[in-house]
């Protein structure tokens, strides 16, 4: 739980902006090539003995989707077009489609403006033609404003005959639609209104033959709603899985991209499901250092992970370079190593070595589950980690030695209630923050947080784990019950000179009763100080843990384990993030682990960005229960 910043989906504007990027790279190379009108080219038809379970379309049959596919985005150009037609030809068994940047985009009119380009009409659809590769043209975003996307979609009836019948005289078997509201991003509101227009379009594109494919991502309120959008088309690409900063970011996601959780699970059609990998080799990440996902040693974890979930389509962004083998391999996109994984993935193995699951950086940790005969994570071992602060409390009154009570409002601690000493508690051996409705005014809240600020701190020299057990609120009443909450167990440094430049971490927190809690360290590349405003440098990296279904009625443990070089977070006992400062990969010495003191927050907060805000539904009071804090510090070099 941030102080002077949000901890929400934080990385939209840069990846935003490498998506804009990536598009006005696109867009250049069509403007240089030139357009010409359209030509009058045969339906494809499949290359001997080409295997006919690989492609969508069968021709005078109804649309049949795979069971497994690899496409690529591709924007042709004069310099590279002959070598990425060998490169196809190599890999034309594994290839499934190619989504072509042919010279169509949707102008800030609403209307489908350009015609097929030379290069896509005389060389490229015969060619993947003979090779039994589906062709799809992309429907370019020219406008990335929303309100244009939408005069588009009240013109659904000509728009989807124009596309039609595009389709049809180029023997295409599929459109991609690329429409990335950004400059205008839109609401989620929109979503149905997009999924309508796609309901139609999907249905007249069927009718010849043809898929509808559509691009989307978490940045955009309009793209998010996936289990909206998934029945009216026949597949989505995810965008926002190019890239990321490490396995655990590709996964839950971090600033540069991921999401995949939110993606594929079960609330969306495993059938809708297309995963978008970046294979630019030379991504950056925060204008920085490489991105995790450009590195051979990604690949393999995350299409274990898709061949382990059985994701029916994988799409490259993209086939771009001078693809000759004398060329570095650092301008051929994609690299050579994505072949073999791509080849074992289209073979139907659903494991490919591996089990895709969250890699754990350990080489500078000595994280382990309790020792046998204890039942906390921070309890005593034997030449190894030595207790140094017990809170488990006892009596009736809070130790005022040790804490201090939050009062008043807009704050973090509580967010849109107000936090009173009334909220806070000890009884039965147990801190207790209550949440409730104010008596006089149904729409105002009362809540309560606590903090050691400058009675007690600690620094990560030598290591220290510190666990809280705690009953959390929001429970007990469904999904609607909790609507709102966000109960949190952080730290953050005691002089909060840069605040949260030298580092906050957010042990456990959890929104909206959902069963699931979240730990996350965040941190900023510019400091000592050179700019302490959020979100500038801002980078962060986390884990997540889905509780039992008793978890809001029965105590659990979550924990964090740092030290100079290492930080992990610990739930249960089960480690759901574990990275070194190094893994951190932060700017040239400038530590992603500073060497602060750190002082502990408890709270409960109700409403903020993250959960939103609570409604009539959200059931009040709820109670936050926390049975103790423990600390233990490390006393061998082998525990630091």
Known sequence: MTSNF????????????VLAVLYNCCSAIMRTTGDTAEADLPPPAAAAGSETIRHHVSRGQAFVAPNRSVSFWYAPAANDVNQTIAVLTAHAKVVTSVMLYCGHSVDVNGRIIGSVMPLCSDILLPKLK????????????????????????ANVTAVSAELAAIGKQHGIYGWNLDLEPQSVP???????IYAAFCAKLKAVLNAGNMRLTIDVATWSPMLRQFALLAPSVDRMMDMETYNANSMMGWVNGDLFGGYYKEFVNDNVPRSANGIGLGSWPTATCGGTHLCWSTTAASGQPRMERIAADNVPEVALFRLYGDQNAATPPDQRWPEDWWWPLLTSYMSGATDLGGN????????????RAPAAGTSSFCDPVADAWAAEFVEEFDGDVLNASVWTVKTGGGNSYCRSATCTTEDVYVEDGSLVIRTRRDPANASAYFSGGVDTRDKVTWKDTPAFRLCVSAILPGGGHGLAGGRGMWP???????????????????????IDGDGVTHGTYHWQTTWPKHNCSYPNGHESMSGDQKLPTDWWNTYHEYAVERSSTHLAFVVDGQTILNTTDAHAKPLPGKPALWPMPFHLILNSAIGGPWPGEPDAGTVLPTYHKIDYVKVTRAVSQGSQ
């Open 186 to 192: 839109g609401t989620a509101a929109d979503a149905p």
């Open 130 to 153: 003979a090779l039994g590769i589906g062709a799809e043209f992309v429907l370019n975003d020219g406008s990335t404003n929303v309100t244009a996307h939408k005069l588009m979609m």
């Open 488 to 510: 949190a167990h952080w730290m953050m440094p005691n002089d909060a000179s840069c605040d949260p430049d030298e580092g906050e971490m957010d042990i456990m927190e959890m």
């Open 6 to 17: 949000s901890s929400f989906r934080l990385g939209m504007p840069i990846r935003m902006i």
């Open 356 to 367: 895709g699951d969250i890699p754990s950086d350990t080489s500078d940790s000595s994280l």
